[in-house]
């Protein structure tokens, strides 16, 4: 197992909702898109966690994360003979959409999915249940 010294120092983090104090990055779990895994000192686990989970961080952090959600954007949707949609098709224009939130939330659900409540088609990087619209 890694030891806290084992991780670069300037790559750390808080988590919002768990344990107080820094929290490093280790690198890609190879689980999900824009999941990052993670180590807790305090607790001695790794676990894995998205952008949207965490808290603050210093610029190093940042700009990792970054990098990584870049190099993790999920492949543009393509038609049944494999070619990629043109940029004014409503699949491509929902993927668009969908990485430039992703780039905020780090989060990618790979299914179609829909508002609970008023059934709009909900962007892959949404993290509600509820659209925009009906989010109360």
């Given amino acids: ?12 983090f808080t988590f919002k909702e768990h344990c107080k ?3 490093f990055i280790v ?14 000192p305090q607790k001695n686990v790794y676990f894995n966690v998205s952008l ?18 870049s190099g993790n954007e999920p ?4 038609d049944e003979e494999g ?22 939330t780090g989060y990618w659900y790979s299914g179609d999915r829909s508002c609970a409540v008023c059934g709009q088609k909900l962007l892959n990087s949404w993290t509600e249940f509820e659209c925009e619209n009906c989010k109360v």
């Avoid at 890694?2 to 670069?8: A, V």
């Avoid at 492949?75 to 393509?78: C, I, L, Q, R």
């Avoid at 070619?83 to 929902?94: F, G, K, L, N």
């Fill in 1 to 12: 197992m890694k030891k806290i010294q084992d991780f670069d120092k300037d790559l750390w």
């Fill in 21 to 23: 104090g820094k929290h």
């Fill in 27 to 40: 690198g890609n779990p190879h689980t999900f898109h824009g999941r990052i895994s993670a180590y807790c």
């Fill in 52 to 69: 949207g989970e965490i808290g603050d961080m210093p610029s190093t952090t940042k700009y990792w994360i970054k990098g990584f959600l």
């Fill in 75 to 78: 492949a543009p949707p393509v």
């Fill in 83 to 104: 070619d990629i949609y043109p940029p004014a098709h409503e699949m491509d224009i929902h993927w668009v959409r969908s990485i430039a939130l992703f780039h905020k």
